[in-house]
């Protein structure tokens, strides 16, 4: 029973992670990632839906993403997204593609882009400590419906403890990560 427990602590808490990280990819840097544009939704047709969905999106060299719609008639409908999305990015249309040269952050932009970072990473801590409070209950509930010891109860805090701190250093170290990139000219 304390293994599934932790198990399923530490499920959440990486699947919590994972969430964080793929959030924070989405944040703007210097260089072009298709990350960056993926999930900007586009008004085509009677839906709305991300880029990704009508369209190839890839790099070219450090600063240039290329969108490359599988139906020319979305060309429209995806540049009006972009501009609506205020990521900053001005698309060119070609008729064929769309070219996003992505221009290097000026040092107010970097620090504004760390502050969410900051913001982010944080809401991602507190979810995992919310995940250790969750499983803290359990046990407590384990032992005092004498499913398990007072003894087996700490031992198994302990590693509830333990997968926390663990987790919260990741979530930091992503943070550092991402920071070090923001401030990489």
Same mark, same amino acid.
């Given at each position: 029973?304390?293994?599934?427990?932790?198990?399923?602590?530490?499920?959440?808490?990486?699947?919590?992670?994972?969430?964080?990280?793929?959030?924070?990819?989405?944040?703007?840097?210097?260089?072009?990632?298709?990350?960056?544009?993926?999930?900007?939704?586009?008004?085509?047709?009677?839906?709305?839906?991300?880029?990704?969905?009508?369209?190839?999106?890839?790099?070219?060299?450090?600063?240039?993403?290329?969108?490359?719609?599988?139906?020319?008639?979305? &060309? +429209?409908?995806? =540049? @009006?997204?972009?501009?609506? /999305?205020?990521?900053?990015?001005?698309?060119?249309? *070609?008729?064929?593609?769309?070219?996003?040269?992505?221009?290097?952050?000026?040092?107010?932009?970097?620090?504004?882009?760390?502050?969410?970072?900051?913001?982010?990473?944080?809401?991602?801590?507190?979810?995992?400590?919310?995940?250790?409070?969750?499983?803290?209950?359990? &046990? +407590?509930?384990? =032992? @005092?419906?004498?499913?398990? /010891?007072?003894?087996?109860?700490?031992?198994?805090? *302990?590693?509830?403890?333990?997968?926390?701190?663990?987790?919260?250093?990741?979530?930091?170290?992503?943070?550092?990560?991402?920071?070090?990139?923001?401030?990489?000219?």
């Amino acid at each position: 029973m304390i293994e599934k427990v932790l198990l399923t602590m530490d499920q959440k808490m990486q699947t919590t992670l994972d969430v964080l990280k793929k959030d924070l990819s989405s944040i703007r840097t210097g260089r072009a990632s298709p990350a960056m544009v993926e999930n900007v939704r586009v008004e085509y047709g009677e839906a709305t839906m991300p880029i990704n969905h009508i369209a190839g999106i890839s790099t070219s060299g450090v600063n240039l993403l290329i969108i490359q719609p599988w139906d020319p008639g979305s &060309l +429209k409908a995806i =540049e @009006k997204a972009i501009l609506k /999305s205020n990521l900053g990015l001005t698309p060119n249309n *070609d008729g064929i593609c769309i070219r996003l040269t992505i221009p290097p952050l000026s040092n107010e932009r970097r620090q504004e882009l760390i502050k969410i970072v900051k913001a982010r990473v944080e809401e991602g801590k507190i979810a995992i400590r919310n995940l250790r409070r969750d499983a803290s209950e359990e &046990l +407590k509930k384990l =032992e @005092k419906d004498k499913e398990i /010891s007072q003894d087996d109860q700490r031992r198994a805090q *302990d590693k509830v403890e333990k997968i926390t701190d663990s987790f919260i250093t990741l979530a930091d170290k992503v943070r550092e990560d991402k920071e070090e990139e923001l401030l990489e000219v």
